[in-house]
């Protein structure tokens, strides 16, 4: 962990961008009073296959479900 004022981590930007690059948490203070923590993103990893709808087996829905709202339950939703 390596601790920086403000006007420091200004200065020197990019040295400390690598340094989070390579892991390196970097706390950036004001007058010597931590304010905030810079720590590399890690990514996470994307699913090789698409989530599946519903919480269990057997749970389903029609294909209607994802088709458009009739004109009249909508205005109904509006009060109108």
Known sequence: MVKVNVTEAQKHLSRYLDAVEMGEVVILCRHNK??????????????????RFG??????????????????????????
């Open 34 to 51: 931590p304010i905030a923590e810079l720590k590399k993103i890690v990514e996470q990893p994307v699913p090789k296959k698409p989530r």
């Open 55 to 80: 919480l269990w087996d057997g749970f389903g829905a029609s294909e209607s479900f994802f088709e458009p709202l009739p004109d009249d339950l909508i205005k109904a939703f509006y009060g109108a």
